[in-house]
C-alpha cells in the first residue's frame, strides 16, 4: 500500500470528490435504508422475502450478461447497472429484516431465561446493521468515487494538452481546498458550535481554496505523489488516536448516543476491537517475507495475484490468531464495560454491589470467572491448532 503512487493531477481529483461521494454514498444507503424499514413498518417480513427472492434472478442476469456477446462498453454497462440494482435489493433487503429483527428482539428481550438472551441479541444484531448500513454507503462513495476519478483523470492526462492538464488541476485544487477545509471546520462547529457560518465555513473554505490553489501553480502537474504512504499515515493516525481512548470511556459516550444497555457496550468494544486489530493486522503485513512476493512477482503475476498467493498465506494464520485473542479480551472487558453502563453481567454485578447484595455479587463473579477460564482455554487450543 505504501509503493502505491499517483499523479498531482489524480491526486488532486480524488481530493476534490471523495467528499461528495463519501455524502452521496451515506445519503443514498440512509434513504434505502428508511425505505427498507418503511417496507416492514408493520412487522410483516413478506417484502423481505420478496425482496431476497429477486436476488437470484439478478445473479442469473448478471452471469447471462457475461456470457452473452457483444460490445466491450455494453457489457461493461450491462454490468455497472446490474451491480447497483443488486446493491439496492440487497440494501432494502437487509434493512427490512433488521427491523423486523428489532421488533422481534424487543418482544422477546422481555421474556426470562434463554429467549431473553436470544431476543437482546436479535435486537442488537438488527441495530447495528441500520446504524452501519449508512457508513457503509459513505465508505463505498468514497472509494468508488475516487477510483472513478481517478480514471477521468488518466484519461484527460493522456489525451490533453499540457495547458488543459494544467488548468484542471488548479481547479481541482481549488475545488478539493474549499470542501475539505470546509468540511473540517464543519466538524468542528457541530463539536464546539462556534455559531457564525462567516468564519466557520466561508472563510476557511476560501483559504484552503487559495492555498491549495498556490500550490497547483507552483506544482508540476505530472508530478508523482505517494498517494500510499498518505493514506497510510492518516489511517494510522486516526487509529492511534481512538486505540488512545480506553473502552471504558468509550461505552459512556456511547451510552449517552444511543442509551444505557448493551448496545452501547457492544459499539465501544467494537470500535476499540476494529482499531487494535487494524494496528495488529497492518504490522503483520509490514513483515511479511519478501522472498514469495518477488518469486510470484518474477513469474508476470498482476498485483492481485500477487496479494493472493504470496501475501495471504502469510497473513492468514496470525489474523486468525490476533482475531481469537482479542476475543478472549473482549470477553474479559465486557465485565468491566457493564460498570460503564453497556449492559450484560457486569452492569447486574455492579448494581448487586452498590445495593449491598453481596451474596449475588459473588454468584455473578463466579460466573464471570467460568466463563472467562472456559474461552481462554478454548481460544488458545484453537491458536495452537492453527498456528
Known amino acids: 500500500m505504501i509503493d502505491v503512487n499517483s499523479t498531482f493531477v489524480k491526486f488532486m481529483a480524488s481530493l ?3 467528499p461528495i461521494g463519501g ?10 435504508t428508511d425505505l427498507g424499514r418503511s417496507f416492514t413498518g408493520g412487522g410483516e417480513a413478506s417484502a423481505s422475502a420478496l425482496l431476497w427472492s429477486v436476488l437470484p434472478v439478478l445473479g442469473f442476469a448478471v452471469l447471462k450478461g457475461s456470457a452473452d456477446g457483444g460490445s466491450k462498453l455494453f457489457a461493461t454497462l450491462r454490468r455497472v447497472i446490474i451491480s447497483a440494482v443488486i446493491t439496492v435489493v440487497v440494501v432494502l433487503a437487509l434493512a427490512a429484516l433488521a427491523n423486523v429483527g428489532r421488533g422481534t428482539g424487543t418482544d422477546l428481550k422481555i421474556e426470562t431465561g434463554l429467549t431473553g438472551v436470544i431476543g437482546n441479541f436479535i ?18 462513495g468514497f472509494f468508488l468515487i475516487s477510483s472513478m476519478a481517478g480514471s477521468v483523470t488518466e484519461m484527460v492526462e493522456d489525451r490533453a494538452s499540457e495547458g488543459v492538464v494544467r488548468i484542471v488541476a488548479i481547479v481541482l485544487a481549488a475545488i478539493a481546498g474549499m470542501l475539505w477545509f470546509g468540511v473540517i471546520t464543519a466538524v468542528l462547529n457541530w463539536l464546539y458550535q462556534f455559531g457564525d457560518l462567516r468564519y466557520v465555513i466561508i472563510a476557511p473554505a476560501v483559504i484552503g481554496a487559495v492555498l491549495l490553489t498556490g ?3 507552483a506544482s508540476n502537474p505530472h508530478r508523482i505523489i505517494p498517494t ?6 492518516i489511517v494510522r493516525t486516526i487509529m492511534n488516536i481512538f486505540r488512545s481512548i480506553e473502552p471504558l470511556v468509550m461505552v459512556v459516550a456511547f451510552a449517552v448516543w444511543v442509551g444505557i444497555g448493551p448496545f452501547a457496550g457492544v459499539m465501544a468494544l467494537g470500535l476499540h476491537t476494529i482499531v487494535a486489530l487494524g494496528k ?3 504490522e503483520q503485513v ?18 492481485l495475484q500477487m496479494i493472493i498467493y504470496a501475501v495471504m498465506p502469510q497473513i492468514v494464520p496470525p489474523y486468525i490468531a490476533f482475531t481469537l485473542y482479542r476475543w478472549d479480551i473482549n470477553v474479559r472487558m465486557s465485565t468491566i464495560i457493564g460498570f460503564g453502563g453497556g449492559g450484560g453481567i457486569g452492569f447486574l454485578l455492579s448494581q448487586n454491589i452498590n445495593l449491598l447484595k453481596y451474596r ?10 467460568i466463563v472467562v477460564a472456559s474461552l481462554d482455554y478454548l481460544s488458545a487450543k484453537v491458536r495452537e491448532k492453527i498456528t
Open 286 to 303: 509490514e513483515n511479511i517475507a519478501v522472498g514469495p512476493i518477488e518469486a510470484v512477482t518474477a513469474t508476470g503475476a498482476n498485483r
Open 280 to 282: 495488529l493486522y497492518s
Open 16 to 18: 476534490a470528490v471523495v
Open 228 to 233: 500510499g504512504m498518505f493514506i497510510y499515515y
Open 215 to 217: 500550490i497547483a501553480i
Open 360 to 369: 449475588q455479587a459473588s454468584v455473578n463473579m463466579i460466573a464471570i470467572a
Open 123 to 140: 435486537l442488537i444484531l438488527s441495530d447495528a446493521i441500520l446504524l452501519g448500513m449508512p457508513v457503509l454507503g459513505f465508505v463505498i
Open 23 to 32: 455524502y452521496l454514498g451515506y445519503i443514498i444507503f440512509k434513504s434505502l
